[in-house]
């Protein structure tokens, strides 16, 4: 049993709003810290296997390229099916899941082990993103923090919520966008509570990123240009030509999966990475600048260094090459890729229409950077999240208006062709269907007045402490309430309180002086606002009506658990569950 004092701190930390900014500083503080160190380990491991900190700078075709992928694989591997299976694959809708379903519950492991599998399949040639490892890595690190402050369900998604946003926060220096890619696709609302404690995970991860990596973007973009208003037209192309890309990114990645599950079922699950790696290797022998993250040749592509044909080329080999990844059971992000092949497909498609119409376009990679955040959104539908990305990407206001047209027109296509994003398709295919909801949680549904028992005695306030001492003895609470000579309530006295009085000697105090002044209940309150008041109480609580301030009933801990037991045979013996609940089998 923790001391008084340490109890009170622990109570404050977990149910009050000041607790929950401690917490979520805490949570950017360590997801800015874990960013930081995977983008080192990544960079470790690439120089490791290549020579080179960024082999997609280099990209010479070598013999080695054949070999290392399968090595890499042979290392990552094991660790995945045997420690963390839900580390697999890209991470965001594992993240997604937890959020939706599971109340923000992510086991610690996820972290240690996605850190790494994720590091090595990156660092021996796997053409995926580090973002969506770090968006379960922090988020595994909220969920963590939150479970080891014992906060209510409602509290550790935020938790959840402010890990994610300060892993893309520090891995893009993107402070904006790692506040809109958490409250848009991981916690999925704007409620206000939510958003200004993600805020501040957001700058305090950012900080941290800017402090080992220095203040400029990740990325070396050029400035924006709009030569003329007649260019806001040849947007509507990019956005429906991203559409469709993004729509064949989905269809590729996840069509590479199914034939890798049929060609690989019965055999060792911890040896597909490597034999997998002999594809990925002739792959990256034929085009090594998709080896990796691939960051340089973005950049190359939106600077013109590239022709069409080329720029073409490695749009197609990027989807292979990210989906061949993910497929074999490798680990990591398709947020950068996506960014690739919008480079790609943008810079492609502006030097078309600069080709055809030279006096009144911008250079080809203007459209490239239009493209990046176009391709992202008509992926993963999530148009807010995709503006501030490329806006903090670039710092150059001229390119909201066409980045706007471009993304809502991509992601409202991509809504028209498909019923599920590049995130949700990896749950729906496993029975989860986020859009439906988790259904109604009964903690909002039930009421104090449908859980709450009959008044015990109360404690009259000019009672005697000894005398109280033998009531609370033989009641069967842990604590009664306590009321005035007019029969209104005062407070409550609990058992640990006449503990602490029998301790001191002062068993000639008064009861009103020892009753713990609680806020009562209403009876119409939700049991999830009573859940909030009984856990800081660490007693039963007294429920007031409205007429005259006097206690009307009283409710325990056990008595929520009982109206939620209640309901949730009723609603069986009506062939439904109370709340909806989807099994997950990792892939």
């Known amino acids: 049993m923790f001391p008084a004092p340490v109890r009170r701190a622990r109570e404050r930390i977990r149910a009050t709003p000041a607790g929950l900014v401690a917490l979520a500083l805490a949570v950017g503080g360590g997801a800015g810290a874990g960013a930081v160190a995977f983008r080192y380990l990544i960079l470790a491991f690439t120089e490791l296997a290549t020579g080179h900190r960024d082999y997609s700078a280099f990209a010479h075709r070598e013999w080695f390229l054949l070999v290392v992928p399968i090595v890499g694989g042979l ?23 937890a959020v939706a379903e599971s109340g923000g519950r992510i086991r610690p492991q996820v972290a240690l082990v996605k850190s790494l599998a994720s590091a090595l399949c990156i660092g021996t040639g796997g053409s ?43 891995t893009f220096n993107a402070p904006i966008a790692g506040v809109f890619f958490a409250l848009e696709l991981i916690l999925r609302d704007f409620e206000a509570e939510s958003f200004g404690v993600v805020v501040l995970a957001s700058f305090v991860a950012d900080i941290i990123g800017r402090a080992a990596f220095g203040s ?16 806001y037209p040849l947007y509507v192309g990019l956005g429906i030509v991203a559409a469709v890309a993004g729509i064949a990114f989905i269809k590729v990645l996840y069509g590479a999966e199914d034939i890798a599950d049929r060609l690989w079922r019965g055999k060792p699950e911890w040896l597909r990475p490597a034999a997998g790696g002999v594809l990925l290797g002739l792959v990256l022998l034929a085009v090594p600048q998709l080896y990796g993250v691939g960051y340089p040749p973005l950049e190359k592509a939106i600077g013109g260094s590239y022709t069409v044909k080329f720029l073409l080329l490695l749009l197609v080999g990027k989807i292979i090459a990210t ?25 492609a498609y502006g030097a078309g229409v600069h080709a055809l119409l030279p006096t009144i376009t911008a250079p080809a990679g203007t459209y490239g950077l239009v493209g990046m955040g176009a391709v992202f959104a008509g992926a993963a539908r999530a148009p807010i999240t ?22 809502a027109l991509s992601a409202g296509i991509s809504n028209l062709l498909s019923d599920d994003t590049i995130y949700t398709l990896k749950l729906r295919r496993r029975g989860i269907d986020l ?14 007045v449908d859980a709450m028992q009959p008044l015990p005695p109360p404690l009259g306030a000019a009672m005697r402490v000894d005398e109280a ?27 640990q309180q006449l503990e602490e009085s029998m301790r001191e000697n002062a068993l000639d ?68 569950p109370p709340a909806s609940r989807n099994p997950v089998t990792p892939r």
């Open 75 to 97: 290392v990552y591997g094991p660790l995945i099916p045997r420690f963390a299976r839900d580390a697999r694959g890209h991470g965001v809708p594992e993240v997604m899941y």
């Open 128 to 170: 995926v993103g580090r973002e969506g490892p770090i968006v379960q890595i922090g988020s595994a690190l909220g969920s963590t923090v939150g479970r080891i402050a014992r906060v209510p369900e409602s509290r550790l998604r935020i938790l959840v919520a402010c890990g994610a946003a300060g892993g893309i926060s520090a």
């Open 216 to 231: 400029h973007p990740f990325l070396a973009l050029p400035g924006f240009e709009l030569r003329s208003p007649y260019e």
């Open 323 to 347: 989906s061949l990844t993910i497929a074999i059971g490798g680990s990591g992000g398709v947020f950068a890729p996506s960014l690739f092949m919008g480079a790609m497909l943008g810079s």
């Open 386 to 407: 995709a503006v501030i990305i490329i806006f903090e990407l670039t710092g150059d206001y001229r390119i909201i208006l066409p980045l706007m047209f471009a993304i």
């Open 435 to 448: 859009t439906r909801g988790r259904g109604p949680n009964p903690m909002q549904i039930l009421r104090v």
């Open 469 to 495: 001492i033998e009531r609370l003895a033989g009641a069967t609470a842990d604590g009664l309430p306590v009321v005035d000579e007019a029969g209104a309530y005062v407070g409550t006295l609990t058992s």
């Open 509 to 576: 105090s008064t009861v009103g002086e020892l009753a713990q002044p609680l806020q009562p209940l209403s009876p119409m309150q939700t049991l999830e606002d009573a859940l909030a008041e009984l856990l800081r109480a660490h007693s039963g609580m007294p429920v007031v009506g409205d007429d005259d301030g006097a206690p009307v009933g009283w409710i325990t801990h056990v008595d929520v658990l009982r109206a939620y037991a209640q309901l949730s045979a009723s609603a069986e013996r009506r062939g439904r």
